[in-house]
């Protein structure tokens, strides 16, 4: 291999201490993700506003969701694809491009089957964000802060819901619901704008057989972070050959545990978080209570998405992700029924708040940090997105499960079919064993070596 080839990307990354760098591509990142979020949980609001109002019918913003999860289905799976064959800033620009001129677009919306379409668009987009900014941020921070980081990448993104639902509470009531669409696509593009200085990530540039724009980007680099400082030496030096890299490799043996297991994770906190949470308006006006009372008792809980974040930075790289993983499955199943059973609103409202935190440690944990950190470099995009597709799958049904089984069994009916999916994800994690937290990327086992991998996690975790 020749020198040009030796370019060591992982490991020189690896040892870069946190600087302004870092904090600059997250909050690139960061800005998106939390927009995206922001527009999937306007949904809560908006759906219930448009019952109240008149404008749709239940069953009419059960197929409003369906179309967001079955155009983030095609989004997720495009923007993998496009995500290790173009690169990762190219795929995240597309992407919030069709979001954010399509949520302009949904402002001016004559009718619900008109916004339907719109949002059909929209998902396109806001499915293809999520798994480029979790894997693409994973690939920028080195192993050691890189629970923490994706966490905080979590509390950014999980922001979104309380965000939404305060901008829900006070927008709705006296501008309407058009204009959450409005604030949604104005910021898309905003930040469409800034992400224009967004660099390329050097492993990938690197694992594609583009070293010299791999070289150039490392050393721009680490002319910034050494600025002042002597930078250690890389710990380990990889010769990186470029391998033909077919989707059909994150299929066969050695690979389809990961991919099987990245698919359950990303169906579990689909399912937690869209056949809960993003119902917890609905649910409250048909019990009775105003709009303004359902959006109010709504923001109060939706703090916990905040929280699940700061308890995933806690857990991020202190503990394993297999530990971390099951034991959140376990609180979410045991608050969840804890607040069906009860009637008290304060209460309710404590114990929501409670199971929101849950519910949004797993999206940290288990969407943001094991998701990407499975798979290698040339397959992180795809094999993410390919999670993403299976997650946005489970989605697009669960709006009618949900209705069907609240108004047959109420909320424990709905709290029994989450329930059900996270006994999957536990099983699913512990058949396949592999442990990811504070783990290189380049040694995580890249055509199917799932013992280097333990073995590499073990030894980090106990030192």
Not at 197 to 204: D, F, I, L, N, V
Not at 381 to 406: D, E, K, M
């Amino acid at each position: 291999m020749s020198a040009a080839q030796a370019v060591n990307a992982g490991a020189r990354l690896d040892r870069l201490p946190i600087s302004r760098l870092h904090w600059r591509i997250f909050g690139l990142i960061g800005a998106g993700a939390a927009l995206d979020a922001f527009d999937i949980y306007l949904a809560g609001g908006v759906v219930a506003a448009m019952l109240k109002e008149g404008f749709s019918t239940l069953a009419q913003n059960a197929l409003f969701i369906s179309a967001t999860f079955f155009g983030m289905l095609l989004g997720a799976g495009f923007a993998g694809y496009l995500g290790d064959r173009m690169g990762r800033r190219y795929s995240y620009q597309f992407n919030l491009a069709v979001f954010g001129l399509a949520s302009i677009a949904a402002f001016f919306a004559p009718t619900i089957n008109a916004l339907i379409g719109l949002r059909f668009i929209m998902g396109f987009g806001l499915g293809a964000e999520l798994v480029v900014a979790a894997g693409t941020l994973c690939e920028f921070i080195p192993p050691a802060y890189r629970g923490r980081w994706i966490s905080m990448l979590g509390i950014v993104t999980n922001a979104g819901l309380l965000i939404a639902s305060s901008v829900a509470y006070v927008v709705i009531p006296n501008l309407g619901w058009r204009y959450m669409f409005a604030i949604g696509g104005a910021g898309a593009l905003i930040i469409w704008i800034m992400r224009k200085k967004m660099p390329e990530s050097p492993r990938w540039l690197e694992a594609v057989g583009r070293t010299e724009e791999a070289e150039a980007t490392l050393q721009a680099f680490e002319k910034e972070v050494g600025a002042g400082r002597t930078l250690p030496p890389p710990a380990v030096v990889r010769h990186r050959p470029v391998v033909d890299a077919p989707l059909a490799k994150l299929f066969q043996r050695g690979m389809v545990g990961r991919t099987v297991a990245a698919a359950v994770t990303a169906m579990a906190v689909n399912m937690s978080v869209y056949g809960f949470v993003a119902w917890l308006p609905t649910f409250m006006v048909k019990q009775g209570m105003t709009i303004v009372q359902s959006l109010g008792f709504t923001t109060l809980m939706s703090c916990g998405s905040v929280a699940g974040a700061l308890v995933g930075m806690a857990l991020g790289d202190r503990f394993s992700r297999q530990k971390s993983l099951i034991g959140t499955c376990v609180a979410i199943i045991v608050l969840g029924f804890a607040y069906s059973s009860l009637r008290d609103q304060t209460e309710i409202t404590v114990a929501g708040f409670a199971l929101v935190t849950a519910i949004y440690t797993l999206v940290t944990l288990g969407l943001y940090a094991y998701i990407p950190e499975l798979f290698p470099t040339e397959y992180r995009l795809r094999g993410t997105g390919v999670a993403g597709v299976s997650g946005r799958a489970v989605s697009i049904t669960t709006p009618y499960l949900t209705v069907f089984l609240f108004e047959h069994f109420g909320v424990q009916g709905v709290l029994g079919m989450v329930t059900a999916m996270l006994v999957a994800l536990c099983g699913a994690i512990l058949i396949l064993g592999v442990e990811t937290a504070r783990v290189s990327l380049d040694d995580n086992g890249a055509f199917g070596d799932d013992d280097a991998l333990a073995t590499a996690a073990a030894a980090m975790l106990h030192e």
